[in-house]
């Protein structure tokens, strides 16, 4: 069994910086990917960032490229996104899932745990 924790979201203002972390704890598999998804009240939700523990492979999506950096800490067991530069439309609840073997990274249906989400808000 995999737990997840997602912890470091709030408000920041647009142009701001937040980091968001995701704890795994349990047993987890040296081949599996973590991922970051988004949902905004009224919108699906949607991919955001992956990592693949094995090699350190990651994805992005296209929205916020150039903006958000996934990287993992080894020592801390947590998978953490820097987000730079927010936009409104960055405003969502952020959740973090871990998939054991996953093919594509953008896909939500590849991932077996899911964390309980947390919340950015982003003003103008």
């Known amino acids: 069994q995999v737990q997840l924790v997602e912890s470091g979201g709030g408000l920041a203002q647009a142009g701001g910086s937040l980091r968001l972390s995701c704890a795994v704890s349990?047993?987890?598999?040296?081949?599996?990917?973590v991922g970051w998804f988004r949902q905004a009240p009224a919108k699906e939700r949607e991919f955001v960032a992956a990592?693949?523990?094995?090699?350190?492979?990651?994805d992005y999506a296209d929205s916020v490229k150039g903006r958000f950096t996934i990287s993992r800490d080894d020592a801390k067991n947590t998978v953490n996104l820097q987000m730079n530069n927010l936009k409104r439309e960055d405003t969502a609840l952020y959740y973090c899932?871990?998939?054991?073997?996953?093919?594509?990274?953008?896909?939500?249906?590849?991932?077996?745990?899911w964390g309980q989400g947390t919340q950015v808000t982003v003003s103008s």
């Open positions: 349990g047993r987890a598999y040296s081949t599996y990917t």
């Open positions: 990592i693949r523990w094995l090699d350190d492979s990651t």
């Open positions: 899932a871990l998939g054991r073997t996953v093919l594509r990274y953008s896909s939500g249906d590849a991932y077996n745990d």
